[in-house]
């Protein structure tokens, strides 16, 4: 699986964000996106995983034997997550399982039992996502991701509102999906740290 960025650029009113990002990104790769705040990590982040469309240039979704998947099928491949990607909030987590369950975006077969074993926490509370504190909702955002089968895993500030011990369990998890082709946005260090390539969108902007 890789991804193809030819020429790419986004430019909101009169502003240009980014110009003329090139690459191809590649299955078992992570690539970190960095730039202060404002930048266009974000908005990059988006474009390559095909949730929104460049001013300028293409992105294209290829299979490892070369064959381009279509435009309209490239939302299949791709597990987000993000502050400004909301999961249900009226939901239980059975709920959101069973919902996530019918979408294709986390396996048919695991149960709430697992999930709940997979986050960590103790089982049996049927209370709604919203009751949730706000580290707990970033960090099932962030296990239904993980637990997607989909083989782009795009994160935007992963570890935002997570204790410590959260932020080693994402590490760990994160670490269990190294096959996939991973982005993570970031002006986090720690996050930084895990991907082996970095994108500074400063480079694009002339
Ligand atoms: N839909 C939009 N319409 C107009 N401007 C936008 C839109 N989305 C983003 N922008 C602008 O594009 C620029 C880049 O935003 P973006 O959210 O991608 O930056 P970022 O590097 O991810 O920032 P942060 O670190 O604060 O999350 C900002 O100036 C932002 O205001």
Redesign the pocket.
């Given at each position: 699986m890789k991804i193809i960025a030819t020429g790419v650029e986004?430019k909101?009113?009169k502003?240009w964000?980014f110009k003329n990002v090139h690459g191809t990104f590649s299955a078992g790769h992570a690539y970190a996106?960095v730039?202060?705040?404002?930048?266009?990590?974000?908005?990059?982040?988006?474009i390559l995983a095909q949730f929104s469309l460049p001013t300028h240039g293409q992105v294209e979704f290829v299979h490892a034997d070369g064959t381009a998947i279509s435009i309209h099928e490239a939302h299949q491949y791709v597990a987000y997550a993000a502050?400004y990607v909301d999961v249900i909030e009226e939901f239980t987590l059975s709920e959101l399982i069973e919902f996530l369950q019918k979408l294709g975006f986390i396996p048919a077969d695991l149960t709430l039992l697992g999930f709940e074993k997979y986050m960590e926490l103790s089982p049996g509370k049927a209370k709604l996502i919203k009751n949730y504190s706000s580290g707990m909702r970033q960090k099932i955002k962030l296990a239904c991701a993980l637990l997607s089968p989909r083989p782009i895993l795009c994160l935007?500030?992963p570890t935002s509102n997570l204790d410590e011990k959260a932020k080693q369990w994402f590490i760990a998890k994160l670490n269990e999906n190294r096959a996939k082709l991973i982005f993570i946005?970031s002006?986090e260090a720690l996050e930084i740290a895990l991907c082996e390539h970095q994108i500074a969108?400063t480079d694009y902007k002339n």
């Open positions: 986004k909101f009113r502003e964000i996106l730039g202060p705040n404002g930048t266009g990590k974000s908005t990059l982040l988006k502050p935007d500030e946005a002006n969108i």
